[in-house]
């Protein structure tokens, strides 16, 4: 079934440490490619996007995503992750074959332990 | 700009009320989104418009949702009649062009009861 995919519900990290968070999707074409943030009781925020072009997006706070046809995977990425960062992560797609609509993919929750 | 505003950001009542929520998109945005997030099911898309005129609906889902927009700075989405299952986060979005990223507003918790 066409769909986005992020494996992981839940991410621990400590504060300081390297971030992951991984967004798989199945579609035909490529589609375009976004990455939101919700921190709690608050709407999304778009951290980065990728339509075409240079796969390595950056994105605002510090992060960036690559984009792997390959692999039919738009990974997030942080060097760093400030407490700050604790909040839920979505990836989103734009199908080609889906006109305008954004699919989610389930989210993951990330923790920051200090 | 403000963003997209949404109204009102609580809304608690019982089952079998009538319920209307409301949405500002960012001026000169041409799509505006209605979109549901519940824990069972996160975010789903209800209903999107172009220039004011409902493009898909397919995921609004029964008839007892409805929704308008009878002007481009103006949407509605009506529940009625409501029910428990209804009680989740609504949240309306905006975007300039199709494709583009969408600017989400703050979102209207609902709870029925």
């Known amino acids: 079934a066409q769909s986005v995919t992020q494996p992981d519900i839940h991410i621990t990290v400590s504060e300081g440490a390297s971030l992951e968070l991984r967004c798989n999707y199945s579609?035909?074409?490529?589609?375009?490619l976004f990455w939101y943030v919700q921190s709690p009781g608050q709407g999304l925020q778009l951290l980065l996007k990728y339509f075409s072009g240079d796969t390595l997006v950056q994105g605002i706070k510090g992060f960036e995503a690559e984009f792997k046809r390959s692999q039919s995977s738009f990974n997030l990425r942080k060097p760093s992750v400030h407490w700050s960062d604790a909040a839920e992560y979505f990836c989103?797609?734009?199908?080609?074959?889906?006109?305008?609509?954004?699919?989610f993919g389930a989210g993951t929750i990330l923790r920051v332990k200090s | 700009d403000a963003g997209v505003i949404q109204s009102p950001r609580h809304e608690v009542t019982e089952m079998g009320q009538e319920v209307t929520l409301r949405c500002k998109p960012i001026?000169?945005?041409?799509?505006l989104f209605w979109y549901r997030q519940t824990m069972m099911r996160g975010l789903e898309l209800l209903i999107y418009f172009n220039n004011n005129v409902p493009i898909d609906d397919s995921g609004m889902p029964e008839d007892r949702f409805s929704a308008k927009m009878p002007n481009a700075s103006f949407s509605t989405l009506k529940i009625q009649p409501s029910e428990p299952r209804d009680s989740a986060v609504y949240f309306c979005?905006?975007?300039?062009?199709?494709?583009?990223?969408?600017?989400f507003g703050p979102g209207t918790r609902l709870t029925v009861l």
């Open positions: 579609y035909g074409a490529t589609p375009y």
């Open positions: 979005a905006s975007a300039l062009a199709a494709g583009n990223e969408q600017f």
């Open positions: 001026s000169g945005h041409d799509y």
């Open positions: 989103a797609v734009v199908p080609m074959e889906y006109g305008n609509k954004l699919v």
